[in-house]
């Protein structure tokens, strides 16, 4: 397997040596349970550079291979500004082989009384437009699909952005689980409240 060492360089003996080690790592990769091609994809990086795997290639090699997870709520120190806190979810969507996306959740202070929910997720082309449903004990705010097109994150994966400006009294009565998100076609909206923007 080629790997990025200028080996025209080394002796024999540390030629030997080289692929001694090379060998201990790859078996201790598969004890691990991790695919090989882990391993010879990072031989195929050079030490002057860093490559980040993504989500599926994180499932693909083996590393974790779970469908859901999310974060605990963190304060988040981005920007100066108001106070907030994040939420990252990871999901696996689709059939085999699995996409895994990002799904940020981000609460901040707001105008009085209110609280500035952001939601961000990774998209891909087969995602259809819809709006989504933030339900609690009798209340429901609405993150309608942004009018503007998604960006590119890291690793040139779409990401759109929505918000809207809630009520605290919406999370005051809220239970202490986490709201559900529905998403949510466009004829199903009728009998909802007016999104708040």
Same mark, same amino acid.
């Given at each position: $397997?080629?790997?990025p060492i200028d080996r025209k360089n080394l002796s024999k003996d540390q030629l030997r040596?080289?692929? &001694? &080690?090379?060998?201990?790592? &790859?078996?201790?990769?598969? /004890? $691990?349970?991790?695919?090989?091609?882990?391993?010879e994809a990072a031989a195929q990086i050079g030490h002057e550079r860093v490559r980040f795997l993504s989500l599926n290639e994180i499932a693909r090699f083996g590393i974790d291979r779970r469908e859901f997870h999310e974060s605990r709520w963190m304060l988040d120190e981005g920007p100066p500004g108001p106070l907030a806190v994040v939420k990252f979810v990871v999901e696996a969507k689709g059939n085999e082989p699995k996409e895994y996306r990002i799904t940020r959740v981000r609460l901040s202070c707001g105008r009085a009384a /209110?609280?500035?929910? /952001?939601?961000?997720?990774?998209?891909?082309?087969?995602?259809q437009p819809a709006s989504i449903a933030v339900t609690t004990r009798g209340d429901v705010f609405v993150l309608a699909p942004p009018r503007?097109?998604?960006v590119l994150g890291y690793n040139d994966v779409q990401i759109e952005d929505r918000f809207a400006r809630v009520p605290v009294a919406f999370f005051e009565t809220a239970p202490n689980t986490a709201p559900p998100l529905q998403e949510i076609q466009r004829d199903q909206l009728v009998g909802l409240p007016a999104e708040r923007t």
């Open positions: $397997m080629p790997v040596q080289l692929r &001694a &080690a090379e060998d201990r790592l &790859a078996r201790y990769v598969a /004890e $691990m349970g991790i695919d090989r091609a882990l391993f /209110e609280v500035r929910v /952001e939601y961000s997720r990774e998209v891909s082309a087969l995602d503007s097109k998604p």
